[in-house]
């Protein structure tokens, strides 16, 4: 039995160890050495290629080594009826919620800005913005969205976050299905993305959801790079629609030096470290899941291929 490691983006070593320590009676290959094909009973896996997965004919699970499972599901060659699974918490919501408020905060106390003069040596006593006068907007209120929300909303900020489905939420208002969207951004000064990437995400933040926020918005995208349109960020930060973003997730990771989001002076650009996947925080989980996967116990993260979150 052999479980097989494929990520460009995570070293395969801390994970070659904890399968010795936990799990020594599977085999640990990392790809292309995969060995035998039809040994491979499960997939540890960040963005694999298109059709490695359907290459193993006794995969028992998929599992993704982060909380987003794009593009799996999406891929035409998936093989059926195997089941998906993502991370669960292990620490990503904390460290996206961090990544938010300090995005929500540096435009709000207008921090770019005050470099900017430091580095001019200009002493110039910015008008603050209120915090009233901010109000944040998080797409996406699962189990990251939830506490992003929370925790913006605890800092001080009129919170209020976009859904498929309805749910309550303590101080945060919450506008659920796709008919809510208009209004969930014309309120919201400060627009966070933590949405999976779906065929029904694609492309949300475009030019129609920019206009539709009031003027001199920000966009904090923490979700997909392919859920924003690049092209349309520029204009709207161009045409003073927007004032600014900050990004840490992009259409093609690492983003290439030549794109204009790295000198734009309105964006903030970094390298995907919202929530990063810590092999040591989240090992317990992946091993637990095989675990229970090998006794024919349900579990955690399963994906539901009809929704692809
Ligand atoms: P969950 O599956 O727990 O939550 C997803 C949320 O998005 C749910 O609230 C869901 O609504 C909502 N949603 C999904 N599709 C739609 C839609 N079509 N319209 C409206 N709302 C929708 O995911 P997590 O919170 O764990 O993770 C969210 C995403 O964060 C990941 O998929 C990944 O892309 C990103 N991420 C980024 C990281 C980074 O470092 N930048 C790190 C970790 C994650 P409902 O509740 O009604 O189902």
Do not use: C
Not at 10 to 37: K, M, T
Not at 61 to 88: E, F, M, N, Q, S
Not at 97 to 114: C, H, N, S, T
Not at 212 to 237: C, K, Q, S, W
Request: net charge neutral; no cysteine.
């Amino acid at each position: 039995m052999t479980i097989l490691f494929y990520s460009e983006a995570d070293s395969a070593e801390p994970w070659r160890e904890a399968f010795a320590r936990e799990l020594p009676h599977i085999a640990f290959r990392v790809w292309p050495d995969a060995g035998p094909l039809e040994s491979v009973r499960y997939a540890l896996v960040w963005n694999p290629p298109r059709g490695l997965l359907a290459r193993l004919p006794n995969l028992k699970a998929i599992l993704a080594l982060g909380a987003g499972v794009d593009p799996i599901p999406t891929d035409p060659t998936l093989p059926k009826g195997v089941p998906l699974l993502r991370l669960v918490d292990v620490g990503f919501p904390a460290q996206m919620a961090e990544y938010a408020i300090y995005a929500v905060l540096k435009f709000q106390r207008r921090m770019g800005e005050l470099d900017d003069l430091q580095r001019r040596a200009q002493w110039n006593q910015l008008d603050p913005f209120f915090a009233r006068d901010f109000p944040v907007g998080v797409m996406g209120l699962g189990v990251i969205g939830k506490v992003v929300a929370q925790r913006l909303s605890a800092v001080g900020y009129a919170v209020a976050g976009w859904a498929r489905g309805p749910k309550t939420i303590e101080n945060v208002e919450v506008y659920s299905a796709r008919g809510r969207l208009k209004d969930f951004l014309a309120r919201s000064r400060v627009v966070v993305n933590a949405l999976p990437l779906t065929p029904q995400t694609e492309n949300i933040l475009d030019a129609a959801a920019f206009a539709t926020m009031p003027r001199g918005g920000y966009v904090v995208n923490i979700g997909r790079g392919a859920h924003l349109v690049d092209r349309d960020l520029i204009d709207a930060l161009d045409s003073g629609q927007l004032a600014g973003a900050m990004l840490d997730v992009f259409r093609e990771e690492p983003l290439p030096s030549t794109h204009p989001f790295w000198r734009h002076p309105k964006i903030v650009v970094t390298p995907h470290i919202a929530a990063p996947t810590i092999a040591s925080e989240v090992q317990a989980q992946v091993i637990d899941n095989i675990r229970r996967l090998e006794r024919g116990e349900p579990p955690v993260g399963l994906v539901d291929p009809s929704r692809g979150y």
